[in-house]
């Protein structure tokens, strides 16, 4: 980490006092080099998390996807994490790194997701839309202009590469590098039968090619959708596009840590 650049850090701590001391320690020592903690993440150059995969998703949303800065993620349970790669009991490390110099900076792909025409909203992991009523929902699918397939099932999963080991993995979609910027179209139980036809397995799709969602007027559906683990409801949604965006987001990470040395202490 080079301190010429970065001079403050802001702690997105949500457990208050249950980390009170971890995040007390960890100023310490960002102060010791010369980074001082802020009190509005909007003046910080470091994001810095406490907490799982899931507490550093909130500090990105919570932050506006801000890509002016850095994340960096700190555990403090025994898990082992996709966007955390510092642990609080090995935070030696962590200094160590800073010393020499031995951090990475890291993009990650975000999805840009438009409801409506409204104004776009950002997910790190995954955006998923479904029916939240004991019916099928069905929708038409278009790759650019082109209209790919007619879906009737549970839902549909669009993810980020960094989101590919998430939700998408349990539903049987592939692992993809961060380094590809893509996103992965997963089904959620698709209805397939000599009425209804869908591709049946999940596809990539590149920055040249966004996703449109047509969803059938004529249903009820009150769709569900969650942009990573946030849930969203927005009456009558007629149409959901899905691209990937301009913007990416820097995380600190150690050079020897790279996303297929986590995805194997995750999953081998
Ligand atoms: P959660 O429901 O408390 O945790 C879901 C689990 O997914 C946690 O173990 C979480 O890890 C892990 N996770 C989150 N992002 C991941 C990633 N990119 N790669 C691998 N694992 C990941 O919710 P949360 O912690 O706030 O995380 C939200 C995410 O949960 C969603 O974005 C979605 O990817 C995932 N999810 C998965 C399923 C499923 O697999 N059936 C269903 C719903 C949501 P940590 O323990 O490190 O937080």
């Not at 792909?109 to 955006?127: Q, T």
């Not at 380094?179 to 999940?202: D, K």
């Amino acid at each position: 980490m080079n301190n010429n650049i970065y001079k403050t850090v802001y702690f997105f701590a949500p457990h208050g006092e249950e980390t009170r001391e971890v995040h007390d320690e960890l100023s310490d020592i960002f102060s010791r080099h010369g980074i001082e903690e802020v009190a509005a993440s909007d003046d910080a150059d470091i994001i810095a998390s406490i907490g799982g995969d899931g507490e550093f998703l909130q500090s990105v949303r919570k932050n506006n996807f801000r890509d002016d800065c850095v994340y960096l993620g700190i555990a403090v349970d025994d898990a082992n994490y996709f966007y955390v790669d510092f642990h609080y009991r090995d935070i030696k490390t962590l200094e160590e790194a800073i010393d020499q110099d031995n951090l990475d900076v890291r993009n990650y792909p975000l999805l840009e997701v438009s409801i409506n025409d409204n104004k776009p909203s950002y997910c790190l992991n995954e955006f998923t839309l479904r029916s939240s009523i004991v019916k099928t929902i069905k929708m038409d699918v278009y790759i650019n202009d082109f209209l790919f397939e007619q879906f009737n099932g549970d839902g549909i999963l669009v993810a980020t590469p960094t989101g590919s080991t998430g939700y998408n993995k349990s539903l049987g979609g592939s692992v993809i590098d961060p380094l590809i910027h893509a996103m992965q179209v997963t089904e959620l139980a698709s209805v397939n039968n000599n009425t209804h036809r869908t591709l049946g397995t999940s596809f990539l799709l590149n920055k040249e090619r966004p996703l449109t969602l047509l969803i059938d007027k004529n249903l009820d559906y009150y769709p569900i959708m969650s942009l990573d683990n946030e849930a969203i409801s927005v009456r009558n949604t007629e149409k959901v596009e899905v691209s990937i965006s301009d913007k990416l987001i820097k995380t600190l990470k150690l050079k020897d840590n790279t996303f297929w040395h986590k995805a194997q202490r995750n999953f081998l």
